[in-house]
């Protein structure tokens, strides 16, 4: 929805607290991997692609082995505030439903309590030195002259017949004067905010305006005055990330790995951890390549043995759908991103076990559930609801898969009655129930092959051009869960493939000491040409 100036407005604020709209900017989950293609051409590959061959060297290369340098605080600090741009950056660009909202504090909390406390002090002073006699308009004045500065940081650069007009009623020096001769009408100045904040406020605040004016007593109602423009503020910050958005999503990719440069160039060893994952995928890959012999005895088969970086990279992306968050620190280049691979993660660990249910209870069942359609769509979505919140820590999977065990074989049993035939026996009902309280166990097969095939789905959408819209064929077995596994398939591609664009160079300086330090340069595979 475009943002339309309303009449007497002098700033434009978001229509209503929907999502942020950003026309054709705007981007689904599945549109990402479009958008990555879009917003940086393929000359952001070219750094990653000419570092794997070339000698030159450069500031987007690893870091050189040196003694460890000491970091200062003020180092420290810059590098911390360099890392929250960047994080704060790349949520705008990647989340369409990133917006700030107000802090609501746990009940019971140790800053809860505090920020009560200290409020309460102040009102509670404000009141006393109002109901004087005569009354005290000291903090009343400072109150006013926070409000006045809130107000003017609204309004936009041509609203200066309005900013005059605030700046000479709200003029604190002469306030103040009144205040000490005992003339200043409090309640007639806070009137008059009320009426420049229904000016300047979003439509959605309107409500929130209107209950202001119907407040009566002035401390209550100063209170509520600060609380309005607080979401006023909240309303002006997501207003301009969504200005902001389409400007960051044309220059992310070149943002990003600026500002990641500049991190490094404080924190030298700030990569590694990312060294530490791609050497651990480098050893993984190349126990999987076979070394073909060579064709002259005593000559080395260094070209043969060597992975592509392209698989290297790959692999490591696939391992971050099996790595423990909770002991193994996340590499460096992919901490922005850390929470979405966790709820990949976690989707797809709940997939696999929606899958596995299905293979078991077709399996095991199959001539009694022949004939009924739509028994699969219902059994998916069925154990998709009973395994909600698997991976909280008070979630028992072993009982929720009895359950949908029993589940099953009590919906399945009506339908045999109702279509004349006899139940289930009692026998097939508990190895039902039992194969499927075995699907969590590390070696349970049907989980494992599920797994392998997945993991063998999401490497072949890593492998096509992000400007496909074509998913790979699923594999076989998991047509059930297709629709899912696809949208997931796309998610996640889109979020590595974004990562390369960015972080492809600093990846080309640490895959060429890794792969090719003991190589000679003429005999490197074609594949290190590109990521």
Not at 425 to 453: F, V
Not at 495 to 520: C, D, H, S, W
Request: glycine content about 4%; charged content about 25%; some cysteine.
């Amino acid at each position: 929805m475009p943002l339309l100036p309303r009449e007497q407005r002098l700033i434009k604020m978001p229509l209503n607290n929907e999502r942020p709209s950003v026309g054709d900017d705007q981007i689904s989950d599945t549109e990402l991997s479009e958008r990555c293609d879009s917003v940086t051409s393929s000359s952001d590959y070219e750094c990653s692609r000419q570092s794997f061959t070339s000698d030159s060297s450069s500031k987007l290369n690893s870091p050189a082995s040196s003694p460890p340098q000491v970091v200062t605080f003020d180092e420290l600090m810059a590098a911390t505030g360099n890392f929250s741009n960047l994080t704060l950056a790349h949520e705008i660009v990647v989340n369409d439903n990133f917006r700030i909202d107000e802090i609501d504090l746990p009940p019971n909390s140790l800053e809860r309590r505090v920020k009560e406390v200290v409020h309460k002090a102040f009102w509670d002073c404000l009141e006393s030195e109002l109901k004087e006699d005569p009354p005290e308009y000291e903090h009343a004045m400072k109150l006013l002259e926070e409000i006045k500065e809130i107000l003017l940081s609204f309004l936009s650069t041509g609203a200066n017949r309005l900013r005059n007009q605030i700046c000479e009623v709200l003029d604190i020096d002469l306030l103040r004067q009144q205040a000490e001769h005992d003339t200043v009408d409090i309640r007639g100045l806070a009137g008059y905010v009320i009426t420049i904040m229904g000016k300047l406020c979003a439509p959605v605040r309107d409500e929130d305006v209107k209950k202001l004016k119907a407040t009566t007593d002035i401390v209550p109602l100063f209170r509520e005055i600060f609380h309005v423009l607080d979401l006023m503020k909240m309303d002006m910050i997501n207003f301009t990330i969504q200005n902001l958005r389409p400007h960051l999503q044309h220059h992310s990719v070149e943002y990003e790995r600026e500002t990641f440069q500049q991190i490094l160039d404080t924190l030298p060893s700030g990569l590694d951890h990312t060294t530490e994952w791609i050497k651990e995928s480098v050893d993984e890959v190349s126990a999987s390549v076979p070394s073909a012999p060579s064709s002259s005895p005593g000559a080395e088969c260094h070209s043969n043995s060597i992975p592509s970086p392209t698989s290297v990279l790959n692999n490591g992306f696939l391992k971050l759908l099996h790595w423990d968050y909770e002991k193994k620190v996340i590499p460096e280049t992919l901490m922005t991103d850390e929470t979405r691979f966790r709820e990949l993660q976690q989707r797809l660990d709940q997939l696999k076990t929606v899958a596995a249910v299905l293979v078991i209870t077709y399996n095991m069942l199959n001539s009694a559930i022949e004939g009924l359609p739509e028994f699969a769509n219902r059994l998916k979505k069925t154990v998709a609801i009973l395994l909600d919140g698997m991976h909280s820590q008070v979630f028992n999977l072993e009982e929720a898969l009895k359950s949908i065990g029993i589940q099953i074989c009590s919906e399945v049993n009506k339908s045999l009655l109702d279509r004349g035939c006899s139940v289930l026996s009692t026998e097939t009902q508990g190895s039902l129930i039992g194969q499927l309280c075995s699907i969590p166990q590390e070696d349970n097969p049907i989980r494992n092959l599920i797994n392998d095939r997945i993991q063998l789905y999401l490497k072949k959408f890593l492998s096509i051009s992000s400007s496909s819209k074509c998913a790979p064929p699923v594999p076989g077995g998991l047509s059930a869960i297709q629709s899912e596994l696809e949208l997931i398939g796309a998610q996640y591609a889109s979020v590595v493939n974004f990562n390369k664009q960015v972080y492809g160079p600093f990846y080309a300086g640490i895959l060429r000491k890794l792969l090719f330090t003991e190589a000679p340069r003429e005999t490197a595979p074609t594949g290190t040409n590109s990521l």
